[in-house]
């Protein structure tokens, strides 16, 4: 259902598309980078600010507020998990969801990680740094050469099972692996990966990098049977950046402890100079740190209630597989453009490079020129187009043929030489 502050911003029937101004000017397929914020949400961010100064952004009358935007964002964040909200704590990005509870994980000499090869480098570096200091052992869980598709996802987990078995060690405390991978958009399967990792003679910790899928595939219950998972609001879930959450488990309550504290990290301020050995919350809220910017709540909460009335997560996964599907099967017909993937693309990431002399890059800035916008990605070096419940057929077409024409041309000009 609908806030008031969404229904009361609109006299016609809500059309999510139609409330970005970033998609009325461009064909946009970034929404793994950042999703375009809705003019609801924007207006929900400026109405919270606005009631904090009225109220006074430090006086009594500010923090029930306060606490009732806090309570209200992770009650909807616990319904769309399906996790208790004591499990849930606040944050900033998915790099923080991630590192802040990781470095507190009782780790010492001798543990192994188990990190994929699909991993953000954002990630990858935190566990490199933590191995280097607590003297760990870095394994790789090799998933990049898995590209099988929307129709092999039983294919995927029985290969995912027996490349854990094959990579797992004996001192294996943490395995660390994206529920969607950022550059294959290959889905993982945590639900079965969580199961195997519990009869593990260490039961290794499992964290997932949650950014490319909350807000476009179901996340329940694979954020309840992770020990970390963590996700940002402003990929998408279309809601401003500066925002994000992470769920952990009881297990990581009762075991991790804080590495960057704050005075949110605190059960209670006073008495903070007695010898209290653990002075932190018992919830996740020991992971949060300090003064953060309350306007953000309402945006995303407006966002994600938008996103609802786009229909179930199902269905709207269901469409973005149909966009995604159309985009793939376009691009198989392009001679000299090789999709990444060898079946349609399970969620909504669609990497591709093409076979060409000319850069990524040079084919980033040639669609640009023509308001297509894709990403290059680094390491591989392929571009990845995105496909939400906001995209269009149109705009899909539109990239298909510019593709077309581009492979074309640079064919054309290579056989001058």
């Not at 090869?117 to 607590?134: F, I, N, Q, T, W």
């Not at 029985?158 to 078995?165: A, G, P, W």
């Not at 669609?350 to 669609?367: A, C, E, G, M």
């Amino acid at each position: 259902m609908f806030s008031k502050e969404v229904l009361d911003s609109h006299k016609s029937p809500l059309n999510l598309r139609d409330l970005m101004a970033a998609l009325q000017n461009k064909a946009y397929f970034n929404y793994g980078g950042q999703g375009p914020l809705p003019q609801s949400s924007l207006k929900a961010i400026t109405k919270s600010w606005e009631k904090i100064q009225s109220l006074g952004p430090f006086t009594n009358n500010v923090w029930p507020y306060i606490a009732d935007e806090i309570e209200s964002t992770k009650i909807l964040l616990s319904k769309i998990c399906g996790v208790s909200k004591h499990r849930i704590a606040l944050t900033e990005n998915v790099t923080s969801g991630c590192v802040l509870p990781l470095w507190g994980l009782p780790l010492s000499k001798s543990h192994r990680i188990l990190i994929s090869d699909c991993e953000h480098p954002g990630v990858v570096a935190a566990c490199k740094e933590l191995a280097k200091r607590k003297d760990l052992s870095i394994d790789i869980l090799h998933v990049q050469h898995l590209r099988v598709g929307l129709n092999e996802a039983n294919r995927t987990t029985e290969f995912l099972l027996k490349e854990i078995d094959k990579s797992i060690h004996e001192k294996t405390k943490l395995v660390v692996l994206s529920h969607l991978l950022w550059n294959t958009g290959q889905i993982m399967p945590i639900e079965a990966i969580a199961n195997k990792l519990k009869v593990h003679s260490l039961k290794p910790f499992l964290l997932v990098d949650a950014a490319q899928s909350f807000g476009q595939i179901p996340v329940s219950p694979a954020a309840d049977l992770a020990d970390i998972y963590a996700f940002t609001g402003h990929k998408w879930a279309c809601g401003p950046e500066g925002l994000g959450a992470v769920v952990v488990s009881e297990r990581v309550l009762k075991e991790s402890t804080p590495t960057l504290i704050g005075w949110k990290s605190l059960e209670e301020e006073k008495g903070i100079y007695d010898d209290n050995l653990s002075p932190f919350h018992k919830d996740a809220r020991r992971f949060e740190i300090a003064t953060s910017c309350i306007p953000l709540l309402a945006g995303l909460r407006c966002s994600l209630e938008l996103l609802e009335a786009e229909g179930s997560e199902k269905d709207r996964l269901k469409k973005i597989q149909n966009f995604s599907k159309l985009l793939w099967c376009s691009l198989n017909e392009i001679e000299g453009v090789e999709t990444i993937l060898k079946g349609p693309p399970p969620a909504g990431l669609v990497s591709f490079t093409p076979k060409t002399s000319q850069s990524p890059t040079f084919i980033l800035r040639q669609l640009g020129r023509k308001n297509l916008f894709v990403r290059v990605l680094e390491d591989p070096p392929w571009l990845r187009a995105c496909l939400h419940v906001t995209s269009i057929e149109k705009e899909i077409m539109d990239l298909a043929i510019a593709l077309k024409e581009l492979m074309s041309s640079t064919k054309s000009n290579n056989s001058h030489f």
